[in-house]
């Protein structure tokens, strides 16, 4: 509630026109509505039809069903992330639409899809064991209302195949990479492409990779600047963050 | 700002008794202020007099000497964690009767001491070399107005030194257990005391301690329950909680 | 034994009232006995009726069941913390009052139950996700005889949920929060709450998460001071923390 | 050297236009030197008029002042980080106009600076321990062509003070926050603000802050979207990357 | 393309021998064709019949036998690593004559297998625990075209075995030694031998080994010059760095 | 063999009473067979009817029933470690005398057991989920000859348990302590017993245990003399140790 | 007080040989002087003039000088370890006949010297940059009346120097093994020699050595059985088991 | 000695040619001093003046001016790495033609240089950060009797420098890559180069960097094959393998 609002309002308390007990529902919780309110503005700025997600890792499908359930009376685009095969049976049943990604293990409910940018966002991957966060980043990036550009298999051990799809990368308005192992796709993209570079480390990889600490260190300590990190295998992370910069 | 007050508020405005202006001022920032509000009587709770605390590492002389200066224009009772010389002489110069403690190096102005609380905190450390973590406890906590008994150099290697001073431990509301190297004074405290104990694993040991890691993981996997733990070295976190728990 | 007692029970030995075999029979193991009295005074304290507590994990149904069985002969309250449905089944035939919580994964038969208090514990988690840790700890609080409030899905992302129940949390006499992923909660309650408040890391996220170790680190690191730390999914731990603080 | 003019010069060459030598001297080195040109390009994209940058740590006086002597001769904007007195002595005898920033420890030579841009990138800090991240993010988003608002001392510990600075940081087009110990800060504002956040753990605290390990692992794993995060007190990074997103 | 071929090409072009389209399709994706080609006169040097090789772990049994199919189609050798027998079923069905190797979980398919070098790489593991990572190893060498030896149980406990095996060690070009536990075979090794050692620590211990973590770090701090490390439990990074010395 | 077995070996062949042929055949391999020699003496030391032992993680149960017939043919006592009970019914084939221990998962095989010792090891555990560690140790300690007493559950929570059975852990020879979560038990004991303390740290526990990382850090820093330690979990290492002690 | 003397002291006051006061005074505080008993028991078989032990790090020299003075009043043996040329300084004006080693770092002052054992300590270490912890081990071990035979320089990249002396090293009671980088000879020594080997980790070495843990974790994972390990460059520790293994 | 040796040596003792005495000398120490002569062959091998080593860090001036004083006895070539000014200083009195590389920090000392290899060892490098380790490995090498090609600052944030050095690169017979941060560049080079590569991990970096944990662990998860990896920092160890190879 801005000042000009709260002005209008004690005035026509002040008149006589808005009798007491209405002025006071609107004020009495104002500290947290507000806020609530705010962050919904906020929302609506990130969403115009952007989806409901749920995160699926760690709930059983009986929960997965009941929230999704729940969200479908309100009419949402719904994400769930980390999604078995089980949980979307449970959720085909409540909704026919919806879409099974088994790579990247997203269920995806379409309702009123957000208009597509024309700007894009590539994802590009070091190696196939990547493409789970991959996709699991395309899906979300997608359902945010991003158009994506997928480039996989480019790793560094055969640059030259990076180098053949550069055009297309630096085309981009953000750049998701994709990588395990040691995780050097991060620095040799950061080195050639002038747009914000979003890595995204995955546990692919064995031995003193110890579940993705290799990538993760390595894209940190990234001798190219504009380079961050999200979380291992976080490539719904990586879609969010690049979503907000494709909408810019 | 609660309901009644509110509606005292929009009450005087309806009735022409307060101006539109003089509400507006008390109501447009209510989100933000109301909550600061609420801070304060939280805060309020809590000291009666208790002091402001600078965290001295990482500052420089000149930042603590203005900051303490400022506090002391609102008359408050100082509590300067991690101070070197240095930092005392500027402070003393501002205030002459700022105390150093250079075990625990603390400064402390006390200008309204909080009364004591009759209940006592018990901070039990396990050898000479905690003390400067002993040390820091006790002040703070002295300094939040309570009454604080020292039980020192009782580490489990002649574990009868400890049993002799169990009374008294046992006597207090809360206990601090203060235990470097492998911190097992903690674990040992709590199955002989049915009190809530805060334990602070120290940085004191050598090679695979990894500079208080070892005392710390000890702690957190203490097998007597009613054993929780604050940062390594942090005596102040440690007195902030007995001291809560103390004037419960 | 006191020393008045004790100079009760020379006397008659003196004075020929006490067979020396009696007094030698109430002495000879003092070192130890009397000691172990003082444990059961100590433990008395807690208990009034306080559940004998058996920690399931890595314990085969069969030990469980013998454990428990023991237990019963005693006519105790039992609490078995990560419980099995298969140790349940086990349990349930011994005594078929007992009450199994899947999602907290406990055991619990009520005998003799303490009186509830009137202060209660809070229990603040971030996330659906945190529940299991949730509900050990609730589980626990109940058969130590405190009230308990639970207050689920206020993580720090939706900011205003948390400040929504803030007035119930600020009620309570112990604060338990649970939370996995980054562990902000913690630190934004500590500093919203004047009340002792015990973190609970969890070991919900993936990644960097580390099995809980970002959400403990976190938690230990806390910029709000009043708050210490348990292991990792450690509910029961809390529960006997807040017990101790709730009950003085 | 795109298809056309390459086909051009061919049709020069074989029309006797263009010398056979002269045609050479254009391609022989074409693999690397297109590439180079690429990369120029590219960096042509970012710059006009970027600082040429020179990383100070682990290097010596000597060292830094001869690489800036160069750099001089090229007329090039320059920034130093990590950057000691002794450094900015040797700068200054080469270039008077040079100016340091004790806190961020930069050096800045500005000779041609970009124009500024009308949006914003709001750095924001947990506590005044991190000023000197602050100062080295700023003084590069400077350099780099950035409006910057600078919002400190907003720590979770105390949130009313963000909530009262939240429009601010709200209106920037990139935010970058600077937080350490437990790192809350950056989960909170990712909360609250649909803007893409870069998170810099700072290597402030101690005990099991691990030298800024806590912050970062808490914001790699933070529960809000739209976080990323680059390295351990890298204000530069942070940056570059805000710098990216703030001129798309 | 060196300097005289593109003389050529271009003196071609002048005199009207080449045509200017002929001329632009060898020209025209210079940059990166160029560098392929590079890269493949590269592999042709290790190559001339090595192995095609797909790293099966985190891969489907479907996308294996694609991979595979395809390749098949190109006449090559091929190596599966870390291949499961439902990989090797999967593949036999394409192609009887694979061959499966159940303790090093490798798949070979072998058409136009390298001439068998004269000298040899020994394989020295130290238990036989380590037996997958030395087939592993060896498999890959003999793919590679080099003879291999192989050396088990060994390990320093028993140091006389390995004196008996030494003239067979020091007799190869290079030395692979596979060791898990402390891995204290390779510094008593390099001290024995001068030849370049490659040591690859596995995984196999318990405890504070840490999936192989002591044996990688005891390696990596190998009092004996040297030697030289690869991942934990990479057998077939170590035969390729081998056979690479031994084709020297 | 020694200076004077030589120089009589060398005198016999002077004098024609040794052909060279025999000489030969004892010398020709001096260097290693009689290192071997020494070891196989050294073993003696250990052994008269020390059993043979098999580390039975990570072998397959086809490869248990091989090492075990060859022992067999050998007449020797035979241990296997970490044996599954797959792995003893392949053994119970081919020696029905074979008995398994599936608290401790060993097999032994008892042919000449050694003489048992007068002097005995202490086997202290913190709590009963340490008995698969202390049921190790205990199989080795008796396959080895010595007695043993095993004193379990007195961990540090209630000590009282610990003092009553002090006498007897007083009077070994040597002392394993085996206790996971924080290990607290080896320093207690470590305090109170003035024989060599062999501690095992086991991997019960849970969270920032980390696999027993915490107990195995506590114990190698506590703070009474007279404590060393062997691998995680490691009962059978221990018990070598005490048994080499308790020989003395 | 065992049985008998408590049977005697009652029958005494039942017979009135024995005031109540008196018996009072004896009995009161047995649980604890009990148990102190037991411990100095405990000490004295220990002792028989073994040196109070000081350890130095972290203490100022004013510390070291005051508990020093307050031993000698006692008349006893005197080790600080970790001591600084500063402490010796102050140390030698109290008692002129006290003798620093500048390698060991360790000030010891010999009044009563316990009589030397004739069976030996033998103490090996790998490099001369592990001689601090040698010189530690070996000054704390005569100090408590051990023979000690120091073997330096036999790390394993020349392992024929160690076989030089493995005689000398056999024929000791008890092995200490002192090295750092890989910590490589604790493995081969323990299977060289069938006495008690404790090892000592040093923190010699560098990079991934991390401060002794390669080779900490290198001697835990020792694949030779009957060592044990105590914490890096922890020489005391290492001779008081030792000495306690050599005295039984 | 071998078999025909042997036999030799026998029948002279049996015809009497042989003295038993000489005989004897010749046998008695046989086991080892054989093995040392074995150790010397292998060593000279690798020498043929290669110098004698000394590893400076962590030794006093004294004890490097001692060791090599008793060297400049044997006329040897001396190379002394992670020298100090002062260390060079005190060898300089004894051997004015000593040299001291401060980057590298070496002391060399070259009496009969080995011959230089025709082929060469080229030695690549990320950063100027990474020219002490650089520098290290490039003394080593020389001293070694190799060519040596330095090639700098080819990080693969600008990889087109990289590009731009391949064919020298390339032609070398073994490849050290140095480099910090993320390490990346081992991994890209590794894939462009079909020789045997040897990755340095350096210290070079800040944060997360964990004092060239980040690289190390990048390097040993190269996704490119034929790389292995020695110790952080160490260029001397990279040499002694790149000789090894070099001179194959």
Redesign the interface.
């Known amino acids: 509630m801005d ?1 000009e609002t ?2 209008r309002l ?2 026509g ?2 008149a ?1 026109e808005v009798p ?1 007990d209405e ?2 529902a609107s ?2 919780d ?3 509505k ?3 309110m ?2 919904i503005d ?2 609506r ?2 969403r115009t039809g952007a989806p409901e ?1 749920v ?1 699926g ?3 059983t499908v009986g ?1 997965v069903r009941e929230i999704v359930g729940y969200m479908l009376t309100r009419d949402a685009n719904i994400l769930v992330t980390r999604a078995t095969e089980d949980m979307y049976a449970a959720v085909r049943e409540l909704c026919p639409e919806a879409v099974y990604n088994p790579l990247g293990r997203t269920i995806s409910v379409r309702r009123r899809l957000p208009a597509e940018t024309d700007s894009y966002i590539a994802i590009v991957a ?4 990547d493409l789970p966060v991959v996709e699991e980043a395309a899906e979300t990036a997608r359902m945010l209302g991003n158009r994506v550009e997928q480039i996989t298999d480019v ?6 195949r990076l ?2 799809r ?1 055009d297309l990368i ?1 085309g981009a ?1 953000a750049v998701i990479v994709v990588a395990g ?4 796709l ?3 993209l ?7 570079v ?1 890595a995204v ?1 995955t ?32 490539g ?3 879609a ?2 690049a979503s ?2 494709n909408h ?1």
């Open positions: 000042k709260l002005r004690l005035t308390v002040s006589g007491v002025a006071l004020l009495e104002l500290p947290f507000d806020l609530g705010a962050l906020n929302h700025e990130v997600v995160y890792a760690g709930k929960q070091a190696g196939t064991s790793g560094v051990a055969g640059i030259h180098f053949a550069l630096r308005k192992m040691e995780g050097a991060a620095s040799v950061g080195g050639l492409v002038a747009k914000p979003i480390p546990s692919v990889g064995y031995g003193a990779n110890f579940g993705g600490l290799a990538a993760l260190l390595s894209m940190l300590n990234s001798c190219a600047s504009g380079v961050s990190v999200v979380n291992i295998d976080n719904y992370g990586a969010c963050c907000m910069i810019l």
